[in-house]
């Protein structure tokens, strides 16, 4: 039987709904017209990393400060990879899946580029234990809710002055160019993240409200030490970089209440490690 108000709500409520994703398609938008290449990096032009100066004994520690750094990132992109196809597979909406399919993509791309980097520098160094940690919060989280907060509101963002930081210490080389891209994407990555959850959150209960604020509260502290983390390689330059490291942390996890916040949820207890 035809009931045409009826009909007519229904198909009211479903474009509403649509609507809800034009965010989240915009960014899918996006980050197609951001799509780059590895082949577009300047591959032979400029030197991979800083060649630094001295004596030959200080230039190979340098070498291995950077292979450290490189090391760390390129771990960090393939938890990337990871996080992004479970995301894609997990996530119902058809908007947010087709954004998923791209950041795929861009985060296989990024992983493509630091294997390539650092087969140019001598090959891969220490992992980082905290990533590995975060890498098992984020991908044994329960809900989707709360793998995009995690994900995306928070690492996503949090991650983005790291490459700044690199590239500004780089200058002139494929790793700033590979950095300054990098930021740009997790930029997307970001911005389609707080879209979803955006939607994801309408109609969430209190109950899930509350799970996402107590994960932010696992994983901002793994986070910090995540990013204060020095291995041997860099532990001269670490003890001399900790106290402003320090500093420019608690900012960027100011942020990340922030952004909490604009989601309407509260994580100001967040403990920094001591
Ligand atoms: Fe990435
Ligand atoms: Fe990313």
Redo the contacts with the bound molecule.
Sequence with gaps: MIRPVATGQVIDQEREEREAFAGVLRFYELAKRQEWQVRDLPWGELPPIPEGKGSPQRRARRRDMWRSVLTQQLQADML?CDMASQLLNIAPDPEAKLYYSTMVQ??SRHTEAWLKLIGQVGGEGERDPHLDTLAHMFLEADSLEEKVFLMQVFF?RLIIPRFRLIARSSRGTILEDLCNRLAI??GI?HGAGMAYERVLLENATPNVRQTLVDAANRMLPEFAAHVLWRPKAREMIGQLMEARDRERLKTELNHGVRLAKSLGLDVSDVQLPA
């Design positions: 990337a861009d985060e996503e994407d997790d990555h």
